[in-house]
């Protein structure tokens, strides 16, 4: 008998995918439907959950707009300028993308924690990181950073430079080349980095556990939210904000997907 | 304007892409830069737009140095190879680009682009974006948009490079009229010297970074200042022989040369249209091998008699080629060439 690979092969990648992927969704939803919409939407009304929805909320905006800017700025010098220790450099801006966000977390800890190296200082001033809105502001920007910058400097390789020369050679400013040619050219990019960026932001938890400490209705993020009602067994408000996140994050994927479709030039 | 550049030279690492170039070109002309592919023309026109600094030399414009002068303030219009057109503007935003960011009237910058349009025949495709268009209209918006601002010079890499055969020759008269009615000083680079020959007023050969020889393209083709320069410009037979008493044999050939020393080496060039060969039934000097019509002409090879290939080409109907064949023996008459001393 001959063996039908082609339809083993689709079989097999099916199975896995929905395995991995379709089944957990599908159990969120139902369960979800089991407790009933209704309680489920009253755990998320209150305040603790709505904090917590705000907190990730302003977490990733903040890492969208600064690790935005920023790795449009990092794109630009890592491609187009030529210094001792680019490579170095280059590698270690993708460490967030390799190191655990857990390590991170310890390894902030180290610097603004209790014994860190600023806890002096830091008490002079009386401003608090640990478990504090910084600590999870500072958590969120460093697992967020390669990403705004990788896209955006793929990007900027692949269209050269030939256009801004044009655009210098016709008496263009700096700032004139960079709003006119430079942005629209890696506008896709920007686009695709940000997005990540933002996926990224919403689902971080390793560090802003570690970092932030989850104190309910203080340091709490939709994720770490999640954990801690898990613990607690409150089923309908983990699955809940469960939900929630991974509405969020297709609407944010579907977005990626619109962006990346090929549509003509213009 | 008047483009001079004095003693330039530019490296890069060990490799001196331009090396110790001296050049002026006069208002209103317009040259070429002919020389083979990464031989330091490209280089040169960048130095001059200010897109790359030399590391020795310097460039004047009117008469002014200018290596103070960042690229943008330098009033260069400059046209790249692959046209650089801002893909998200349309044909009129890209012609207006210059006049736009040096903060010209809005009126003022839509009738310099209409009157841009019409100088390069694109009228009415002032809405269409660059991927709308063909080669040779992009490179005709290029050339609208590097002259919208009036610029001093305009600066042209491989122009036609990127389109093909046919538009490039089309392109190539366009460009020569709206010289001749802008009167712009223009210089451009090309490998192709057929495209300098057919279009420049002068041409430069630079080679390895060195100018080779610069002239009008007649004096280029019937003097070559240098081997290289003989080659480059078409076709050539070659020899190495000896001078005695003005004169070099080659084979049976019997060719006089003139300004060499006595008992020099030289090299002897020969194009392939300063030499008739015609049937004789005698002993001959040569031997044709193959007779091969080519378009308009017919290129015949074949042996002298001391082991050297010949190679002559002559109009289709010449009535020299009347019983030339393949194996027939040959008569051959030098009536033009030149020789240089053979460098040990």
């Known amino acids: 008998m001959r063996i039908p690979w082609r339809l083993l092969l689709f079989v097999t990648v099916i199975g896995y995918l929905g395995a991995l992927i379709l089944v957990p969704i599908s159990a969120i939803i139902l369960r979800v439907a089991d407790a009933g919409f209704a309680t489920v939407l009253a755990q998320l009304g209150k305040s603790e959950a709505l904090h917590a929805m705000k907190l990730t909320a302003i977490l990733s905006t903040l890492a969208v707009v600064i690790n935005g800017l920023f790795g449009i700025m990092a794109a630009l010098v890592l491609v187009r300028q030529r210094f001792w220790g680019r490579k170095l450099l280059d590698t270690i801006v993708d460490l967030p993308l390799t190191v655990s966000p857990v390590m991170t977390g310890l390894a902030f800890l180290l610097i603004f924690g209790r014994a860190g190296w600023l806890e002096a200082p830091l008490e002079a001033a009386n401003w608090k990181v640990t478990f504090a809105f910084p600590g999870l502001v500072i958590a969120t920007l460093f697992v967020t950073l390669p990403f705004t910058l990788r896209e955006v400097a793929g990007v900027l390789v692949e269209v050269g430079t030939t256009d801004e020369e044009a655009a210098v050679t016709l008496g263009a400013s700096p700032w004139q080349t960079f709003w006119n040619v430079t942005l629209p050219n890696i506008k896709h990019g920007l686009a695709c980095g940000v997005t990540l960026t933002l996926a990224r932001a919403l689902g971080e938890f390793g560090a802003v556990l570690i970092l932030g400490g989850a104190i309910s209705g203080k340091t709490q993020t939709a994720t770490t939210f999640i954990y801690a009602a898990t613990e607690e067994r409150k089923e309908g408000a983990a699955f809940g904000m469960a939900l929630l996140l991974a509405v969020v994050s297709m609407v944010v994927l579907g977005f990626l997907e619109w962006l990346k479709a090929p549509r003509k030039e213009n | ?344």
Request: hydrophobic residues 40%; contains cysteine; proline residues 4%.
């Open chain 2, 1 to 344: 304007m008047t483009i001079r550049i004095d003693n330039l030279t530019k490296r890069f690492g060990e490799f001196a892409a331009v090396d110790n170039v001296s050049f002026e070109i006069a208002d209103g002309e317009l040259v070429a830069l002919l020389g083979p592919s990464g031989g330091g023309k490209s280089t040169i026109l960048r130095i001059i737009a200010g897109l790359e600094d030399a590391d020795a030399g310097y460039v004047e414009l009117g008469g002014e140095r200018v290596d103070h002068l960042h690229a943008r303030l330098r009033q260069v219009g400059f046209v790249f190879q692959h046209y650089a057109l801002f893909k998200h503007m349309t044909v009129g935003e890209n012609i207006a680009f210059g006049l736009k960011v040096q903060g010209v009237e809005r009126a003022e910058q839509r009738r310099r682009v209409n009157e841009l349009l019409g100088l390069v025949g694109l009228k009415g495709l002032d809405g269409r974006f660059p991927h709308q268009l063909s080669g040779g209209q992009r490179q005709r918006v290029a050339l609208a948009r590097a002259l919208a601002p009036q610029p001093r010079v305009l600066l042209l890499d491989e122009p036609f490079g990127a389109v093909d055969a046919k538009v490039r020759e089309e392109l190539r008269r366009w460009l020569r009229r709206l010289h001749d009615e802008l009167h712009a000083t223009t210089l451009f680079v090309t490998h192709d010297q057929e495209e300098a020959f057919s279009v420049a007023d002068r041409v430069l050969i630079i080679n390895k970074g060195r100018l080779e020889q610069q002239g009008t393209p007649l004096e280029i083709l019937d003097e070559p200042a240098t081997e290289f320069v003989a080659r480059f410009v078409g076709e050539v037979n070659t020899y190495d022989t000896v001078v005695h008493g003005g004169r070099a044999l080659v084979g049976g050939l019997d060719v006089p040369v003139l300004h060499q020393q006595d008992n020099a080496a030289i090299r002897l060039v020969i194009r392939p249209y300063d030499i008739k060969l015609f049937r004789v039934e005698t002993e001959g000097l040569a031997t044709a091998n193959r007779v091969l019509p080519i378009g308009d002409r017919v290129r015949v090879e074949a042996t002298l008699h001391g082991g050297q290939p010949i190679v002559a080409q002559f109009p289709r109907r010449s009535s020299l080629l009347r019983g030339v064949e393949v194996g027939c023996r040959l008569g051959v008459e030098i009536t033009h060439s030149r020789a240089y001393p053979v460098v040990q």
